[in-house]
């Protein structure tokens, strides 16, 4: 973020925004970036043996890993079917919360399983995404995704959420709730909303004028 856009966006929440990070100098963040990816290397080799597998196959353990620098020294991963159910896991099953899917569009819907504590930071990484986009009191969200648990974020921050239902299946439904609600802001995927911008226009409705900024 721009110094002035940080300074623009404490002023929305500060517990939210989190400026001690935020306005932090680079070498404070680099060193904070460091010590969290030698922390997730180490717990995603340990406790998944999807990564394991991975890492071990070319030779590299958890301690070679020091920093950012490091990572060119990783592999590349894709999100296919070399992945299990189990290996999704990194914490005892008891201690899962919610269950997410993708929507399947290129094919069986990919599985998302989160914790407790999943939660709490996907809440605080969008409670400081929210500020970053200068959303907060005063604006209406509309929910893009079925993903309830990253909108608890814009909440937190100040914002009126506006959830994702079967009502937001049907763009003409979105449209109108975005005209009728005021909505301010709006989180979706790209062809989403370009979607909804194009069947907007053929409503006559123009997204700015009805009150959308971000």
Known sequence: MQQREVEKAVTRDSTACSPGIETSPLSKLRQLQDERLVALIDRAYHLSGFYRRLMDAIGIRPAEIRGVEDLQHLPTTKYSGEMSAEDMWAVPREKGSVVLTTSGTTGLPKVIYLSQTDLERWKAQFARLSCMWDVGKGDVIMAGYPFPAIFDGFTAAGAILLPFTHVSF??????????????????????TFLSLVKRAREMGVDLKNAGMRV
């Open 170 to 191: 049907i763009l003409d439904n979105q449209i109108r709730q975005i005209e009728r609600l005021k909505v301010t802001a709006i989180l979706s995927g790209p062809a």
